[in-house]
């Protein structure tokens, strides 16, 4: 439906789709409904009409060899648009063609326009070598005869007309069109030869005289006739007769055309246009003349039509008040274009988003409901909790909390234990140690990567620790990792302290109750863990 989506060649203003005034009457329901926003579609505006006149070169396609400049030549038409593309043109045409052949011609007996005027000898059709062929006397005196006419055509025809490159998708308007197109119609012909002098005598000297004169040279010849030739065209060329309408002396005989052409806009209302037309005609006597003569002497029926060619140039004028330009001079996608960039006629609907909390997360997708009031959320409508002790930052006191000092207070305080080396002497051996003090020099362990698993050299200092807890059968420990602040790094953190207690309880034999794990954050290199006398 590209032909209707649009209705203007502008959008604003005099003549657009908010001008009324070149709505028709019938048209403005559809125009209303535009209006109110409940049809996408504009109504078809009232669009000119267009009257033109031509002139040009008339040729006539035939047996006879056309002359070009003929005069005079004229068409008149008027032109109306059914849509952007198909618009119906009326066109009368009146026109004058001549032709002469400038070789000679003998065998025409059978065209009474020179036989009755020139001396031919009687050919009948056929083969010399078959039964009843007359061949002509050899004392017959023959005479030759150069074949012209001048035809006076009149053409009425209703032609169909398609524009080709109004509808542009990357320029609004253009000062060019294109069309072809195709129509039926009437046409009146009437043909005379130019067989007589201005005293009614034949031009039997001139024609054998310029026959026998040796001439070669196609122009020579016809200097030679245009010389000897007066312009009368006295003498009725061959026709239908009876056989055919006619409309006084003139042959009426249906038509069909095919055409093309560019029209130039020279103003809102003037173009100019040129144009070229075929029309053909189911006749052989546009021209006078349906007989060929072959290599046998033979005069036989051509076969084939005459057609006529206009050429022209021309002027239409655009007539019409309160209407826009014909419609093959906009371009459809106008309005469509313009919509699309300025969205008139948009409905925005009316957003239905609750935000209970009033956080600017509407509630179907906020994963934090309650969010405390003044503090700032991500997408989701979560608060930030860097340390992630449940307290989000902007009400935090404490915004980094180590894991150790966890859980928090309501304005996310911790409270860490006391250092060890405060309960230093608690780890003395009393019973069956000696009094000695508890093993300090444990290692320290290094993770490659970002997992928990344990390195053969990790398992052997995990067996020596394991055999100095053995030595010391009442002294404890703790196994100590580091993690950053986020949720990924803490768990990395704690499965790595776990493979280690992990370790110690079923490969070393320790009791769990002897080994203690923590995870600090932001305290030492995330890759290390500390083993710790308690």
């Known amino acids: 439906m590209l032909l209707t989506m649009g209705s203007f060649a502008q959008v604003g203003g005099s003549g657009s789709v908010y001008d009324s005034s070149v709505i028709p009457a019938k048209r403005m329901p559809q125009q209303n409904e535009f209006w109110n926003k409940s049809y996408n579609f504009p109504a078809k505006p009232r669009n000119q009409w267009e009257v033109g006149v031509s002139t040009g070169i008339f040729t006539i396609s035939g047996d006879v060899a056309a002359r070009t400049f003929t005069a005079p030549n004229f068409a008149v038409h008027v032109r109306k648009a059914f849509g952007y593309v198909f618009s119906l043109r009326l066109q009368y045409m009146n026109t004058v063609g001549k032709g002469m052949n400038w070789l000679a011609s003998h065998n025409y007996a059978k065209n009474t326009a020179w036989s009755s005027k020139y001396n031919a000898p009687m050919v009948l059709y056929g083969n010399p070598t078959t039964i009843g062929y007359t061949v002509p006397s050899r004392g017959t005196t023959q005479d030759n005869v150069f074949y012209n006419y001048k035809t006076k055509v009149q053409d009425l025809g209703l032609q169909g007309i398609v524009t080709l490159n109004n509808i542009r998708f990357h320029k609004q308007k253009t000062g060019i069109v294109i069309y072809g197109g195709g129509g039926v119609g009437a046409t009146l012909y009437n043909s005379a030869v130019n067989a007589l002098d201005a ?25 030679a006739l245009k010389d000897g030739m007066d312009k009368t065209y006295e003498t009725p060329a061959q026709n239908q007769g009876d056989r ?5 002396k003139n042959t009426l005989k249906p038509s069909g055309t095919v055409l093309a052409g560019v029209a130039f806009k020279l103003g809102k209302r003037v173009n100019l246009a040129i144009e070229d037309r075929w029309t053909f005609t189911k006749d052989d006597l546009l021209d006078g003349q349906q007989w060929q003569e072959n290599p046998t002497g033979d005069a036989a029926l051509t076969g084939d039509f005459d057609s006529y060619n206009y050429a022209s140039i021309g002027l239409n004028f655009n007539l019409g008040a309160k209407s826009v330009e014909p419609l093959w001079w906009q371009n459809p996608l106008d309005y469509a274009y313009d919509e699309l960039m300025n969205h008139r ?11 209970a909390d009033g956080d600017g997360v509407c509630d179907h997708l906020d994963r934090e409901p309650n969010t405390p009031a003044g503090c700032p959320v991500n997408t989701h409508g979560v608060t930030a909790d860097t340390d992630g002790d449940g307290v989000p930052d ?84 703790t196994v100590t990792g580091y993690s950053g602040t986020s949720k990924a790094s803490q768990n990395n953190c704690n499965k790595r302290v776990e493979a280690i207690r992990k370790y110690l309880v079923e490969t070393g034999g320790i009791s769990n109750d002897r080994i203690t794990t923590n995870c600090e954050v932001n305290e030492g290199n995330e890759n290390t863990v500390d083993i710790k006398s308690n």
Request: charged share 25%; proline share 10%; net charge positive.
């Open 394 to 477: 902007c009400k935090d006191k404490e915004l980094i909390t180590p894991t150790s000092c966890q859980p928090v207070d309501a304005d996310g305080v911790g409270h860490c234990p006391d250092p060890a080396c405060c309960n230093r002497l608690d780890s003395l051996i009393k019973a069956g140690g000696g009094g000695k003090l508890c093993p300090t020099d444990y290692p320290s362990l290094t993770f490659k990567g970002k997992g928990p698993a344990l390195s053969a050299d990790n398992k052997a200092m995990l067996s020596t620790c394991a055999a100095k807890l053995k030595g010391s059968p009442t002294c404890s420990i």
């Open 199 to 223: 005293n009614s005598n034949p031009y039997t000297t001139l024609f054998n005289g310029i026959t026998t004169s040796g001439y070669k040279n196609r122009k020579d010849v016809l200097k």
């Open 244 to 248: 055919r309408p006619k409309i006084g």
């Open 345 to 355: 006629n948009v409905k925005i609907p009316k957003m239905e988003c609750p935000d």
